[in-house]
Structure formats: C-alpha cells, structure tokens
C-alpha cells in the first residue's frame, strides 16, 4: 500500500471517486444497471416524465449519450418512452416500476458500499458539495454556491459540461 500521508489532497480525492465507483458499478452489475443508469433513474423518479433531451439538461450530458442511457434502461424495462404529445418529433421517458425497484436496490447498494458508513458522513458530503459547487460553477456557467442538489448532479462525458468521469449506458 503507497504511503498515502504523503499524497496530495486531489490524488486522495481522484483515487477515492475511482475506487468508490468500481465498487458501485461491481455491485451494481448484479441489478442489471449502471451508475449513469440510477442517475437517469433518480431523476425520473424524483422529477416525473420527461424528453430524453431535458433528462440530458439535467444531468449535464449530451442526449445522445443519454439515449444509450435510455436504451439500455428500457431494453432492461426500467424505464417507457411514449411519443410526446406536445412534440411529435421527441418522447416522453417516466420510470416503471421495475425502474423504482432497481433505484431502491442502487440506494442500498450505495448507502452500503463503504463498511462503518464513511460515505454518509455529513462534515464528507458537505466538503465534497463545496467542491462540486466551485469547481462546477465556470464550467456550468452559474455563479458559485447557486446550485441546488438537482443542479450538482451529473454524469460526465468527455468533452461535456459535466465532471470528467466517461459514463456510458
């Protein structure tokens, strides 16, 4: 094991969102979706239906990224796409209940990941909004500390406007 006392902050900080998601991801192969998954899902199921294109807004990727997202998701019966209405050219994308049962699978999962619960720690999560929170602001195009817990959330993708973790389906 490297001596991590002498590792800067950042490295700590990379590292531990690597290996926090490698474990996520393991887990949640077993539920038969991704990470990029449960953030489409938990935005659908905070928020209610809606375009494949405002979901994308939301989670600060590209729609055709969050098509493979949504493709993947339905193929698996977690989410339905019916034709929009309003816009015949888009579809409106809602949550099934297989998809609630797999978010509420993912919660568990996450809210078990680390032994003795390091990850649900308030001073953690509080730090790491803070730094989502300046970090993001320039690169979301809004002033620092205006973002909301909605406005935080984001599945990168190289050459977006989200964080830099590539997620994929």
Known sequence: ????????????????????????????????????????????????????????????????????????????GHVTRVRNDLDRRSHMVSISPAGREVLDSAD????????????????????????IRELGAPRWNMAPGTGTADDDLALGEPGSTGPAATVVG
């Open 1 to 76: 094991m490297p001596n991590l006392e002498q590792w800067p902050t950042g490295r700590l900080l990379t590292t531990a969102a690597r290996l926090v998601e490698h474990a996520w991801n393991e887990r949640l192969v077993d539920i038969g979706v991704t990470h990029a998954g449960v953030i489409a899902l938990g935005v659908l199921a905070d928020q209610g239906a809606m375009t494949q294109a405002g979901l994308a807004q939301i989670v600060r990727v590209q729609a055709q990224t969050m098509g493979k997202t949504l493709a993947r998701l339905e193929s698996r």
């Open 108 to 131: 568990d999962i996450e809210r078990t990941l680390v032994a003795g619960g390091g990850l649900v720690s308030e001073e953690l999560r509080s730090h790491l909004q803070t730094v």
